[in-house]
């Protein structure tokens, strides 16, 4: 299956702050911008949901 991609615009203060990360902070294990920005979105998706989920009054699946 092939992964289909699309392109998104930040402002070049937001993109070298970020290339400025993942180079002084090798440990993190970040091998490019692409792969730095796909995880702080997954992140802040994830946190979205549980806090939707907390300020709703359900349960989280399980």
């Known amino acids: ?11 070049i203060e937001l993109v070298e702050e970020i290339d400025q990360h993942i180079e002084q902070h090798p440990e993190l294990g970040y ?19 549980e806090w939707e989920t907390i300020s709703s009054g359900k349960k989280e699946p399980e």
Request: glycine share 0%.
């Open 1 to 11: 299956m092939n992964k289909r991609y699309k392109n998104i615009n930040l402002p």
């Open 31 to 49: 091998s490019s911008r692409a792969e730095f920005a796909k995880e702080a979105i997954r992140k802040s998706l994830r946190e979205q949901r």
